[in-house]
């Protein structure tokens, strides 16, 4: 499995009250293998420095489905299919709650500038309703 430097867009959107747009561009590493593409990159801490210790997050992509599992300050395992729900647990220095995706819709697709993946979501926290988010992440 060779791995290619690339760059990762995030960006997720909380579709609520405040309705709040959060973006950042990383340096990861990508592999593909047995039709799944492979992204790890590290976060970036309130100084903009890039990290492994700030937290580490792997993306595993297929058609079908997007995993995202991040260990670090926050940690979790975060599954999107509009074919089934999704629970995990989400941990964090103040504490460690359970969540809850409901993947509404999930786009994948790849062209000469990259992998786009495109995901709408209502998440669900404790068993009670917490936000309508999107995601869009683009691999460059």
Known sequence: MEK???????????????????EQ???????FRQNTHYIRYAEIDEHG?????????????K??????IKKGMITTRMEFDTL????????????TFQMEISTEKLIVS???EGIHVDIAYQLNMD??????????IHVR
């Open 4 to 22: 290619q430097e690339v760059q990762v867009l995030v960006r997720g959107t909380q579709h609520d009250i405040c309705h709040q747009t959060i």
């Open 25 to 31: 561009i990383y340096d990861g590493h990508y592999a």
């Open 49 to 61: 420095v890039q990290s492994a210790a700030n937290g580490c997050n792997l993306l595993k992509i």
């Open 63 to 68: 058609d079908e489905s997007v995993h995202l």
């Open 84 to 95: 089934k729900k999704y629970r995990s647990s989400y941990q964090t220095p103040y504490g």
């Open 110 to 112: 790849q062209d000469k």
């Open 127 to 136: 068993e009670r309703p917490l936000s309508q988010c999107s995601l869009e």
